[in-house]
Each structure stands twice: as C-alpha cells, then as structure tokens.
C-alpha cells in the first residue's frame, strides 16, 4: 500500500468511527472521503480522480470550483450570508424569475430540501383541490404514488414514498396516499377516481450503497399518465 492509501484508509477510518458516535445512523455511505472537486472530477484523500456521476443525486449540476461560483460565493460572503424570509434581499425574486423562464412555470417556491419540495406540492394539490370543489362537493384528497419510490425523509413525502420498510418505523403516517405499479398505465387508471387531487412524479431515484438506481417510467407510459391526469 502507497503512503497516500494509507494515509487515507486511517483518515476515513477516524472519520468513519467519529460518525458512528457522533451521528444518528440514518444513512449508509460508501467507503470513501471526498476532499476536494474541480469541474465534473472529485478527488479523495488519496488524490484519486473519480469522474462524478452522482452530481449530489442531480443537485450539483454546476459542478466543483466553477470560477463564476466561487467569485460569486466570495463576494456574497464579504456582504451578507442569511437574513431570514422576514425581510427583502436583491436575488429571489431575480433567481425566481430566471427558473420560470427555463420552466414555463408561473412562480417559484424555495424550499431547503428536496422533501420539502414534495411537502410543498402535496399541500398545494390538497389546497387547490379544497379550493375547487364547488359546492360542498367532496374534497379529492387522495394522492396516488408509486411503487418502489422514494420522495423523502418527512411525513407527507416519507407517507408517499413506495417503500415499506422506510415507512413501517414511523407509522401512522400522513392518510390518503394510495400505491400504483409503476409503469401500469391500467392500474392508474383504476385507481384515479374523483377523490384524487395529486399524482406524484413517476420518475424515481434511489440511491445508496447498494442500492443505486434511477427508474424512468417506459415509452409511453409518462405521456399516457399525464393524459390521464389532465382529464
Ligand atoms: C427521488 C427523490 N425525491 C426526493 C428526495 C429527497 O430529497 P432531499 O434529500 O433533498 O430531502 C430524494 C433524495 O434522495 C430523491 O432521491
């Protein structure tokens, strides 16, 4: 073993122990110590170059050490790190407009997290659907989800997401989701009766040491549960 190897398998090794005293055991890691990026690279404590996939599952997509980023960063740092949403600053409203541009969307909604993201959305479905049905009518308060997906570590996204045995611990969870087979155009369409207000994303991503894997929904099967939903 070269000095470096060594010095990173002892490096990683008192990480790894200072975790498993200091930190609750929520996630699995791979055995290796990132130390620093440049570009799509990263490298480990042993100067080893690994060409990045992962992109902080698809939230990194900027890569490392982009010189616009760390300026940016830098400068922003000298002037103000954090305000609170109690008061104005120069940049939501400016990054807000630059996403519904690239989206098509009407307005944005920050979020810290990618389950508060999911949170934020299964509350809108239930509001607008609170505030649409006329009359009296009965609310549609259900949410159809898939099978074998992961949207979360909170309540409401931890109660969509399609696996039980990251939901079984914290039960009762959040009422009203209901399970479809991915990629079962039928089996929607069964279930996507008048008291639905929500169906989540089917794309699904998971990943952890040993069980890394994207699922995208098959030809056809994407477009067929939108038209379904939009009916
Ligand atoms: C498909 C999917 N949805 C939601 C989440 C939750 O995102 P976050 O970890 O930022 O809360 C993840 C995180 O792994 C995810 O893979």
Redesign the pocket.
Known sequence: MTQAAASMTTALAAVRHAESELLLSTYERYPVLFRRGRGCYLYDAEGKRYLDFVSG?G?NALGYGHPAVRKALKQQADRLIHISNLFYHDYQAELARRLTKISGLDRAFFTN??????EGALKLARAYAHMHSANGGRPRWRVLTMSD??????FA?LAATGTKKYRAPFEPLVPGMRFVRFNDVRDLERKFDASVAARTHP?????SPGNARIHQPGAGAHSQAQRTADR
Do not use: N, P
């Not at 997290?113 to 999911?118: F, I, K, P, R, Y």
């Open positions: 599952i939230v997290s990618g389950t508060e993201a999911v997906s992961f949207h979360g570590r909170t996204a794309g699904r991503g998971r990943s």
